[in-house]
């Protein structure tokens, strides 16, 4: 364990489990959260679920998986460097994805509009579902037992401080550092590497970001350090280049505010009223204009709608032949549903959510394609 600063969350100042349990004899809390987020089932599902583009379409753009180990490392590094508890940085980052249902984005969408009825479907809600209950590896307690500040980060993102049934984390003050960190880097992670995935899937040219102000921000001291470069070279080069200059913008911002804001302790990081973690204004302008690029020239281009709209196709229909033939459903969450008859839509679709984008596919061919199939 690194030394940390005294506005770092310390493991010995955690508001604990759900279910009390000894501790370990040399393993602290939010390293036993991380470790256990690993052997999830959630966790490993990750390598078949679509972060952008679906896992079919090549096999070196990012998955929901390796977005994740990104978006861990960066944000371990800035923990480190900002004498954050890293343990816990790392925890709430390899965490922070696993709710994420098959198809990505249009998973997500046709999820929610198919439980409308029943408070619709949220990736970080279902997140905090899967590690608080739906996770069956221990004999002593459902879930994953994680602490309460990994569980808090789960309500934060999904902006549900207000409701009542989470009033204990809204209790707790403001965001810890750790979990704004994870929350800035995958925002940076994501922006980065979609410009290189679609760049590689020919969505966009190396001419066309020239447009954007990071991007030449980037490929400037890039082009000038090895004039010579071109095509996948500059690219990977800008690419790496984009990483850091957003990364070391973090580091100098958040320097700047936690200076500025005055912040000591761990108190004064949950009393703060303005957010600590953040980039300066002008890289912020910048990354909001990347942003609406790839709004409007990748995650809306129509070969990546085309892509999803399969997935949309058949995650509808999969949740209608659950709901109306429950006696389809696996053995365990037939069960579930007949434990929780009020809410049968909440049940199919966990199951649904649960599912990689593969496993999505197939079933949907065993159930309405291919009779042959079982
Ligand atoms: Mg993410």
């Given at each position: 364990?690194n030394?940390?600063?005294p506005?770092?969350?310390?493991?010995?100042?955690?508001?604990?489990?759900?279910?009390?349990?000894?501790?370990?004899p040399f393993?602290?809390?939010y390293?036993?959260?991380?470790?256990?987020?690993?052997?999830?089932?959630?966790?490993?599902?990750?390598?078949?679920k679509?972060?952008?583009?679906?896992?079919?379409v090549?096999?070196?753009?990012?998955t929901?998986?390796?977005h994740?180990?990104?978006?861990?490392?960066?944000?371990?590094?800035v923990?480190?460097?900002?004498?954050?508890?890293?343990?816990?940085t790392?925890?709430?980052?390899?965490?922070?994805?696993?709710g994420?249902?098959?198809?990505?984005?249009?998973?997500?969408?046709?999820?929610?509009?198919?439980?409308?009825?029943?408070?619709g479907?949220?990736h970080?809600?279902?997140?905090?579902?899967?590690?608080?209950?739906?996770?069956a590896?221990?004999?002593d307690?459902?879930?994953?037992?994680?602490?309460?500040?990994?569980?808090?980060?789960?309500?934060r993102?999904?902006?549900k401080l207000?409701?009542?049934?989470?009033?204990?984390?809204?209790?707790?003050?403001?965001?810890?550092?750790?979990?704004?960190?994870?929350?800035?880097?995958?925002?940076?992670?994501?922006?980065?590497?979609?410009?290189?995935?679609?760049?590689?899937?020919?969505?966009?040219?190396?001419?066309?970001?020239?447009?954007?102000?990071?991007?030449?921000?980037?490929?400037?001291?890039?082009?000038?350090?090895?004039?010579?470069?071109?095509?996948?070279?500059?690219?990977?080069?800008?690419?790496?280049?984009?990483?850091?200059?957003q990364?070391?913008?973090l580091?100098?911002?958040?320097?700047?505010?936690?200076?500025?804001?005055?912040?000591?302790?761990?108190?004064?990081?949950?009393?703060?009223?303005?957010?600590?973690?953040?980039?300066?204004?002008?890289i912020?302008k910048?990354?909001?204009?990347?942003?609406?690029?790839?709004?409007?020239?990748?995650?809306?281009h129509?070969?990546?709608?085309r892509?999803?709209?399969?997935?949309?196709?058949?995650?509808?229909?999969?949740?209608?032949?659950?709901?109306?033939?429950?006696?389809?459903?696996?053995?365990?969450?037939?069960r579930?549903?007949r434990?929780?008859?009020?809410?049968?839509?909440?049940?199919?679709?966990?199951?649904?959510?649960?599912?990689?984008?593969?496993?999505?596919?197939?079933?949907?061919?065993?159930?309405?394609?291919?009779?042959?199939?079982?």
């Amino acid at each position: 364990m690194n030394d940390l600063a005294p506005f770092a969350m310390p493991d010995e100042a955690t508001r604990g489990r759900r279910h009390p349990e000894p501790a370990h004899p040399f393993r602290l809390p939010y390293q036993r959260d991380r470790e256990r987020i690993v052997h999830s089932s959630a966790f490993r599902r990750m390598t078949g679920k679509t972060q952008v583009l679906p896992a079919s379409v090549n096999d070196h753009h990012r998955t929901r998986l390796t977005h994740t180990l990104e978006v861990v490392q960066v944000a371990r590094t800035v923990a480190r460097r900002l004498k954050l508890n890293e343990d816990l940085t790392e925890a709430i980052a390899l965490a922070h994805d696993i709710g994420h249902p098959p198809f990505g984005h249009a998973g997500e969408t046709v999820l929610d509009e198919c439980l409308a009825n029943a408070g619709g479907f949220n990736h970080n809600l279902y997140g905090l579902r899967r590690v608080d209950e739906l996770e069956a590896r221990y004999p002593d307690f459902p879930g994953l037992n994680l602490t309460f500040e990994v569980r808090e980060s789960f309500v934060r993102h999904a902006g549900k401080l207000a409701d009542p049934k989470f009033a204990e984390f809204a209790a707790a003050g403001a965001e810890l550092l750790e979990a704004s960190v994870v929350d800035l880097v995958d925002s940076i992670a994501y922006d980065t590497h979609d410009v290189d995935d679609a760049l590689g899937l020919g969505f966009i040219t190396l001419i066309d970001l020239e447009e954007l102000g990071l991007w030449r921000r980037a490929a400037t001291p890039v082009r000038r350090a090895y004039p010579a470069l071109d095509g996948y070279s500059l690219r990977t080069a800008v690419v790496r280049e984009l990483l850091a200059l957003q990364v070391d913008d973090l580091l100098g911002e958040t320097t700047r505010r936690l200076d500025a804001a005055r912040i000591r302790t761990v108190s004064d990081v949950r009393g703060a009223s303005v957010p600590l973690v953040g980039l300066s204004e002008t890289i912020a302008k910048e990354k909001g204009e990347l942003e609406r690029f790839l709004r409007e020239r990748v995650y809306t281009h129509y070969r990546v709608l085309r892509m999803t709209a399969s997935g949309k196709r058949m995650i509808h229909a999969l949740f209608g032949t659950y709901l109306a033939s429950p006696e389809l459903l696996p053995v365990r969450h037939g069960r579930r549903l007949r434990e929780m008859t009020s809410q049968p839509e909440v049940v199919v679709g966990d199951y649904l959510a649960g599912m990689t984008d593969r496993f999505a596919i197939q079933e949907y061919r065993r159930l309405h394609a291919a009779p042959s199939e079982v």
